[in-house]
């Protein structure tokens, strides 16, 4: 059964700061890994989509990378703001149930 | 239309009550989820449905009972919940059905629920 990390789980840093989180996951056999973002008592935003295939997506500041074989994943967030302030969550498909398994997700605070 | 609309937003039921949650999206994403969220926890996936149908129960009380009419609507009927159930539902869609390709899923905003 396919486990979903997430380190750390929670984070707090001045604004303008660059930053990494990290997922990890047991079962490299994944279809696709999204990275969401969830701001209090919300729905879930969808920020980069990684196909297994591929080994890094950029939208804007974010930069999410792949690693499969390692079954490990990082979300590179540039000159973080306090708008950034949300729990980001990731989550993988597997191969053959193509069903989301989430991270337990890291609060992240930027302190303006 | 790039989303997926929930209503309620919020319902608050008692256990003997029947109540239904909606989803729509006008996408033409032919996948639908269900999900469940509790606080401070991430979502679990309740039920999947690919074309209109149901492709995936992750062993759900019978209390919960899922419908899709079409392939813009999936419903959620509530009926005889604990005060454990009480939680964010989310409803997420995705483009072609569940064996397809760039399953990218999108979410709504959640109905939250409280059962009394």
């Known amino acids: 059964k396919q486990e979903v990390t997430q380190i750390p789980a929670a984070l707090s840093v001045p604004e303008g700061e660059n930053l990494v989180l990290n997922c990890s996951f047991t079962d490299s056999a994944i279809y696709n890994l999204q990275w969401f973002r969830q701001d209090p008592g919300k729905g879930l935003t969808s920020l980069l989509l990684?196909?297994?295939?591929?080994r890094e997506q950029t939208s804007g500041r974010l930069n999410a990378s792949l690693d499969k074989s390692s079954g490990r994943s990082t979300l590179y967030i540039a000159a973080s703001q306090p708008g950034d302030s949300a729990t980001y969550l990731c989550?993988?498909?597997?191969?053959?149930?193509?069903?989301?398994?989430f991270g337990s997700g890291t609060r992240l605070q930027v302190q303006p | 239309d790039t989303e997926v609309t929930q209503t309620p937003k919020h319902l608050v039921m008692g256990m003997t009550n029947k109540k239904s949650l909606k989803c729509e999206q006008h996408?033409?994403?032919?996948?639908m989820y269900w999900y469940k969220q509790k606080a401070k926890k991430p979502p679990e996936l309740m039920f999947v449905y690919s074309y209109e149908k149901l492709s995936i129960n992750e062993s759900v009380p019978s209390r919960f009972s899922p419908e899709c009419p079409n392939s813009s609507l999936l419903n959620l009927h509530l009926h005889a919940l604990q005060p454990e159930d009480s939680a964010l539902y989310l409803c997420?869609?995705?483009?072609?059905?569940?064996?397809?390709?760039?399953?990218?899923?999108?979410f709504g905003p959640g109905t939250r629920l409280t059962v009394l």
């Open positions: 997420a869609s995705s483009r072609g059905g569940l064996a397809e390709l760039g399953n990218e899923q999108f």
């Open positions: 996408m033409g994403h032919r996948a």
């Open positions: 989550a993988v498909s597997d191969t053959g149930r193509r069903a989301l398994t």
């Open positions: 990684i196909q297994s295939s591929q």
